[in-house]
C-alpha cells in the first residue's frame, strides 16, 4: 500500500481567527456550545499556501472559503476519488439516510499516526486528522456514481488543537467550486427512486444543526459537549471495503495501512452492525425475530443513536438506541411501551407499541415528512420507504401489551 506523506499538523498554528461552525474544541465551558470558535477578523493567508501535497497550515487554523484550498484530492472538483496524502475511503454498513444521496467518506490520517480502537465509540484520532463526506444526488437511484450524479454538499469534520470543528462546503450548480456556508443552505432538487419522481427542498445544515448530532457529553447530566464523529465506529467500518487493491474488511485495511491501532487479533470479537441497504426490504418477509431485531437495531443506531443515547442532544428523551445495548433487558429505553417525553404523539400514546407498527410513534414519525413530525428532524427531507419497512416489520414481530 502506498501512501503520500501527510506529515504532522503543525503545533502552535494560531487558531484564534476561527469562524463559529458547527462547534470546535474540547475545552472547558459551562454550556452545550463551548466548543465555538471565534472569528478575529484575521486573514485567511494559510488558505493560500502552496506548500505541499495538502495544505495543512490552513487545516490547522483557517476555515477557507474555497474547499479546493485544502487540496485533499488530486482533482478539487470531483472529492469522490484519488484523496490527495494518506487519503482512504471508507463507507458504514448500514447508511445514514440522507434524501436518497449517494455518500462519499475519507478520512486522513497523519503520515506516522494513529487513531485508537474502541469496542463502543468513535475512535480516537489524532490532531490533524481530517474526516471529508460529500453528498450527491442521482437523477435515478438505479444509477448511481460521479457520472451520474450532482455533487450537493462536503462536510469536512478538522481535529484541531482545541478539538474537532465542521464546516460545511456547498457546491455550485456546474459542480466546479465548493463554497463554505456556515449558515447552511436550501435549495430545491428532484430524484427519481424505485420509478417515483420525487420533488423536495435539499437542507444543508447550519453550524448550530451540526453541533445538535455531532455533540457528545460526558455524561447525560452534563451542560457541556464536545463536537465528536459519529460515523467511523468498530460495528460500522466491521465490513468489506472494494478498494483498489481488492476487496478487504475495512478495520483490517486501516490497521495494515497503519492508521488504527489497538483492533482485536480476533475478528470474531468486534462487534458488527448488520447491513441493510435499499432494495434489502424485499426480503424481510423471510427474516427470523432475532434477524429484524439485529437489522433493526443496527438502522437505528446510524441514524438515530449519535441523539438517542444518554451522552447525546436526544439524552432527555429516555430512548437509548445504541447498539450493543441490550435489547432483552432495556426494552423502555429501546421505546417499547414508553411515553414519549419530548413529542406531544398526538393519538398514539407509545413509542413502540408491539405487535402494531401503525399504532407506534416512532414509526409514524419515521413515515412523516412534516417539520415537528418527521423524526430525524434534520438531515431530511424525503421518507426512507426502506427504513419504515424494516422498523415496521420489527414493531409487528415483537409480542406483548403496553399498559393504559
Known amino acids: ?37 471565534t472569528d478575529t477578523g484575521t486573514t485567511q493567508s494559510a488558505c493560500e499556501s502552496t506548500t505541499g501535497t495538502i495544505n495543512q497550515q490552513a487545516l490547522a487554523s483557517e476555515n477557507c472559503t474555497s474547499l ?26 448500514t447508511p445514514l439516510f ?36 460529500t453528498f450527491a444526488l442521482p437523477a435515478d437511484t438505479a444509477h448511481r456514481g460521479y457520472e451520474n450524479e450532482t455533487l450537493i454538499e462536503t462536510r469536512l ?11 460545511p462546503y456547498v457546491w455550485n450548480d456546474a459542480g466546479t467550486k465548493a463554497t463554505l456556508a456556515l449558515a447552511g443552505d436550501a435549495s430545491e432538487r428532484s430524484i427519481t427512486h424505485n420509478g417515483s419522481q420525487f420533488d423536495f427542498t435539499y437542507r444543508v445544515p447550519d453550524a448550530n444543526q451540526c453541533k445538535q448530532c455531532h455533540q457528545f457529553k460526558e455524561d447525560s447530566n452534563s451542560s457541556v459537549s464536545k463536537i465528536t464523529p459519529i460515523g467511523p465506529k468498530a460495528r460500522s467500518l466491521n465490513g468489506n471495503f472494494d478498494y483498489e487493491d481488492g476487496t478487504l474488511n475495512q478495520l483490517t485495511y ?17 462487534p458488527q452492525i448488520p447491513a441493510y441497504k435499499d432494495g434489502d426490504e424485499q426480503g424481510l418477509d423471510s427474516k427470523t425475530d432475532a434477524e429484524l431485531l439485529d437489522l433493526a437495531k443496527g438502522y437505528l443506531d446510524t441514524n438515530c443513536a449519535h441523539c438517542h443515547r444518554p451522552e447525546g442532544g436526544a439524552s432527555n428523551t429516555g430512548l437509548n438506541l445504541e447498539f450493543w445495548r441490550d435489547f432483552e433487558t432495556n426494552k423502555t429505553a429501546h421505546g417499547v411501551c414508553k411515553r414519549p417525553v419530548a ?12 405487535g402494531d407498527a401503525n399504532s407506534s410513534i416512532m414509526h409514524f414519525r419515521m413515515n412523516s415528512d412534516e417539520p415537528g413530525d ?3 428532524e ?24 403496553c399498559g393504559g
Not at 501527510?6 to 469562524?19: H, Y
Not at 484550498?69 to 482512504?88: E, K, Q, V
Not at 468513535?122 to 490532531?127: E, N, S
Open 1 to 37: 500500500m502506498k501512501f503520500e506523506n501527510l506529515s504532522k499538523t503543525t503545533i502552535g498554528i494560531a487558531v484564534a481567527a476561527l469562524l463559529t461552525a458547527c462547534g470546535g474544541g474540547g475545552g472547558g465551558g459551562s454550556s452545550t456550545d463551548t466548543n465555538d470558535n
Open 68 to 93: 479546493s484550498s485544502y487540496r485533499l484530492f488530486a482533482n478539487d472538483a470531483n472529492p469522490t476519488a484519488n484523496p490527495n496524502g494518506t487519503g482512504i475511503p471508507f463507507d458504514l454498513n
Open 98 to 133: 440522507t434524501d436518497y444521496a449517494t455518500k462519499y467518506r475519507f478520512v486522513f490520517v497523519p503520515e506516522g499516526e494513529q487513531a485508537q480502537y474502541s469496542e463502543n465509540e468513535a475512535f480516537d484520532f489524532p490532531v490533524g486528522t481530517v474526516i471529508t463526506k
Open 157 to 167: 469534520l478538522i481535529h484541531r488543537e482545541n478539538g474537532w470543528i465542521a464546516l
Open 254 to 270: 486501516w490497521s495494515d495501512a497503519g492508521i488504527l491501532a489497538g483492533l482485536p487479533a480476533d475478528m470474531n470479537s468486534v
Open 343 to 354: 413529542y406531544g404523539g398526538g393519538t398514539l400514546s407509545f413509542d413502540i407499541v408491539p
Open 374 to 376: 418527521r423524526m430525524p
Open 378 to 401: 434534520i438531515g431530511r427531507s424525503l421518507v426512507h420507504t426502506e427504513g419504515v419497512a424494516l422498523i415496521g416489520a420489527w414493531i409487528n414481530s415483537l409480542t406483548g401489551t
